[in-house]
């Protein structure tokens, strides 16, 4: 993905910040569920499904959401050097992972640290620690 870091304005990103935050509050104020996206996903699997109406709703205003905000604004150029097989494996390791750690940012880093869960602490430290180890490897050692 390539964007503009020149062209970053705290403004949008604050903004961005506040509507994950109020979708996250507003779910669990109408709905007494958490935001983590794993969850949600997983439980719109015909296996597994539970609920399904206000998660395939979540799950829809995700993926409408680029559509809408390019009518106020330009989308940035995506694109990726990486090959397709490889997007496609790096997704599913993200899904075990999200799996094994008993959730994924969203959940754990938006809303379980909202609500001062040590669990969703331990989890994010856990998360950015990979995460920075990963780029450390992948950038500067091989």
Do not use: D
Not at 58 to 64: I, M, N, P, R
Not at 69 to 86: E, K, N, T, V
Request: charged share 5%; glycine share 14%.
């Amino acid at each position: 993905m390539s964007l503009n870091l020149s062209a970053f304005t705290p403004l949008s990103a604050l903004a961005g910040g506040a509507l994950i935050g109020l979708a996250a509050v507003l779910l669990v104020l109408f709905n007494g569920r958490i935001a983590g996206i794993s969850g949600i996903v997983a439980a719109l699997l015909p296996s597994r499904l539970q609920g399904g109406a206000w998660r395939l709703a979540f799950v829809l205003g995700l993926l409408a959401a680029p559509w809408l905000y390019q009518w106020f604004a330009p989308l940035p150029a995506a694109g990726s050097p990486a090959a397709s097989p490889l997007l496609v494996l790096a997704g599913l390791l993200v899904g075990f992972g999200t799996r094994l750690g008993s959730g994924c940012t969203s959940g754990h880093g938006v809303c379980g640290l909202s609500r001062l869960s040590l669990r969703s602490l331990v989890a994010t430290l856990v998360f950015m620690a990979t995460g920075f180890a990963t780029v450390l490897v992948v950038r500067h050692l091989l």
